[in-house]
């Protein structure tokens, strides 16, 4: 049976202090938050080591639990690994802004569309976008066949973990960019949506996967953008839509601001609100220190972490 201990490097995004609740740590490499367990709890040297990762911005070792979101053991890298670390997060060149958001406030009639709301720059990188509605819904289709819950045999390896939304979404979303750029040879950028004002969280339920809650403090998946043709009477207009190919949450591309919302889901959580988002160039990984953003153009952190995550569910 599949486990969900693993054991990595990573780097402490912030530190949630607790007054009446322990306190949440988030990592870059992970988008949940996490707590200590009550072993790890227990030790001092537990949570200075991780206080100290985080003033330092340096690597701290972490045996996790993914799907219960614990921290297990931490510990101090060896000189090696230290060395090796940064060799395999090259950090994106100049990426784009992340900026506020209200998504109560968003006009959607408005907010999806490229050319006349959504001027980021990374957009100026590609113009070969997806023609048509119909070929976006192929791309995805594509995609969720490849999910490692299906039997198989998948047309890419390793195969994508859309049964287990609790944590990867950066290896997927990465797979699936592969996916769009090398097989249908479209443009493709990266959308990241972030929760972190306060004690807010990213909550969305898992209706796919058996309905549980899942809470994240950042999520990311590819960006389309999808030319529309609308056949008024004597007046037809292309348009050009922001979509979102999320096969771990929905069964077709969705726009963007649905997307959005779906991850403050109240219900999940009181506190479920997205406060930033930002949208970067395809290469974009995971964020980093900053505001910047690491890459991963060989693939190596994306096939490790859909290998390791293949045979975990949600819930």
């Given amino acids: ?96 802004r992340i900026v506020p958001l209200d998504v109560d406030r968003i006009d959607p009639t408005k907010f999806n569309l490229v050319d006349h709301y959504l001027k980021w720059r990374s957009f100026r990188l590609c113009t070969k976008i997806v023609p048509s509605y119909t070929k976006a ?27 287990y939304v609790i944590d990867g979404c950066y290896a997927r979303a990465h797979q699936m960019r592969r996916i769009i750029t090398t097989r249908y040879h479209y443009c493709c950028e990266k959308v990241f949506s972030f929760a972190t004002a306060n004690d807010d969280t990213l909550a969305v339920q898992a209706n796919k996967w058996g309905g549980c809650c899942v809470e994240w403090w950042y999520h990311v998946a590819p960006l389309i ?20 190919i999320d096969p771990g949450m929905f069964d077709k591309p969705v726009l963007l601001s649905t997307w959005l919302s779906a991850q403050q889901n109240t219900a999940c959580s009181p506190n479920a609100r997205v406060t930033s988002y930002s949208i970067q160039p395809g290469s974009a990984y995971w964020p980093t220190y900053g505001g910047g953003f690491a890459t991963d153009p060989t693939y190596t952190l994306t096939q490790a972490t859909l290998i390791n995550y293949a045979g975990l569910t949600t819930c």
């Fill in 137 to 163: 819904k192929q791309i995805f289709d594509f995609c969720a066949q490849q999910s490692c819950h299906l039997p198989g045999p998948y047309a890419v390896t390793p195969c994508i973990p859309f049964q």
């Fill in 1 to 96: 049976m599949a486990i969900s201990r693993e054991s990595d490097l990573v780097t402490i995004a912030t530190i949630r202090k607790g007054k009446k609740s322990p306190d949440k740590y988030l990592f870059h490499e992970r988008e949940r938050i996490f707590t200590l367990s009550e072993r790890a709890a227990g030790d001092e040297q537990t949570a200075r080591r991780l206080s100290r990762a985080r003033a330092t911005r340096q690597p701290v070792k972490v045996a996790l639990d993914a799907k219960r979101a614990i921290i297990h053991r931490v510990s101090d890298p060896t000189k090696r690994e230290l060395e090796e670390f940064p060799r395999r997060r090259i950090p994106l060149e100049r990426p784009d």
């Fill in 225 to 244: 953008r999808v030319r529309l043709t609308l056949r008024l009477p004597h007046f037809p207009t292309s348009l050009s839509l922001a979509m979102v």
